[in-house]
């Protein structure tokens, strides 16, 4: 069965600590994986997106890492902020025949920066 | 910049209503999608669209229905609504051949039936 799983559940931490997002995913056939941050109230907006030869992306302070072996990716978030506060969403992507395929969401780690 | 806008943010509505959720993007994308998203459960796919006319079951389609008439414009109607429907409801437009590109989700909508 397909399934993206993530840790922790939800974190807290203050300004400017740095914290790492965890992500689990029994997918097959692995096409990509991808990071959003959610902020309350809004719709995802991407943050990262790996093939399977990448081991890491960075986006500013977020940076992911990829281990298609063990299949497990991570997201480090660096000098934290109060704009960090938000969901973060890992979605792995299998590849279906053809053209095909499918999008499987985790169901989020919520991420409270404090001052 | 990628723009897909949703017709409402926040919805409430009366059990039994025929609900309509629109969504709008601008870039020309072939794929638009329909998701709920419910605390604990994460986003779950309900209808999806590959081209005009054209529609594709997700993985709860149950008590939806869809309209694709036009390649920017795609329309979730709730066709009687429930207070089990209440949730938020995310757009999403891709590239054809959306397991491989960025999906780009609208603000979503905040539907609430009583």
């Known amino acids: 069965k397909n399934q993206v799983e993530q840790s922790p559940q939800s974190l807290i931490i203050l300004e400017g600590k740095n914290c790492t997002l965890q992500?689990?995913?029994?997918?097959?056939?692995?096409?990509?994986l991808r990071w959003y941050k959610q902020d309350t109230g809004r719709g995802p907006v991407s943050l990262t997106i790996?093939?399977?030869?990448?081991n890491t992306k960075s986006n500013g302070r977020y940076t992911a890492t990829l281990d298609a072996d063990t299949k497990q990716s991570s997201l480090h978030i660096t000098a934290s902020q109060l704009s960090d506060s938000a969901s973060y969403i890992c979605?792995?992507?299998?590849?279906?025949?053809?053209?095909?395929?499918?999008?499987?969401f985790g169901q989020g780690t919520t991420l409270q920066v404090k001052p | 910049d990628v723009k897909v806008t949703q017709s409402s943010r926040y919805l409430v509505k009366r059990t039994g209503e025929k609900v309509f959720l629109e969504c709008v993007q601008d870039?020309?994308?072939?794929?638009m999608f329909w998701y709920r998203q419910d605390p604990g459960l994460g986003l779950r796919l309900i209808y999806f669209?590959?081209?005009?006319?054209?529609?594709e079951k997700g993985d709860i389609p149950e008590g939806y229905s869809v309209s694709r008439e036009k390649k920017e414009r795609f329309s979730l109607i709730l066709e009687s609504a429930s207070t089990n429907q209440t949730s938020m409801y995310l757009c999403?437009?891709?590239?054809?051949?959306?397991?491989?590109?960025?999906?780009?989700f609208g603000p979503g909508t905040r539907l609430t039936v009583t």
């Open positions: 999403a437009s891709s590239l054809r051949g959306h397991f491989m590109y960025e999906q780009y």
């Open positions: 992500c689990n995913y029994t997918v097959s056939p692995f096409s990509n």
């Open positions: 790996m093939t399977f030869s990448e």
């Open positions: 979605v792995v992507s299998a590849h279906g025949s053809g053209n095909t395929g499918k999008l499987i």
């Open positions: 870039m020309d994308h072939e794929n």
């Open positions: 669209s590959y081209d005009v006319k054209m529609k």
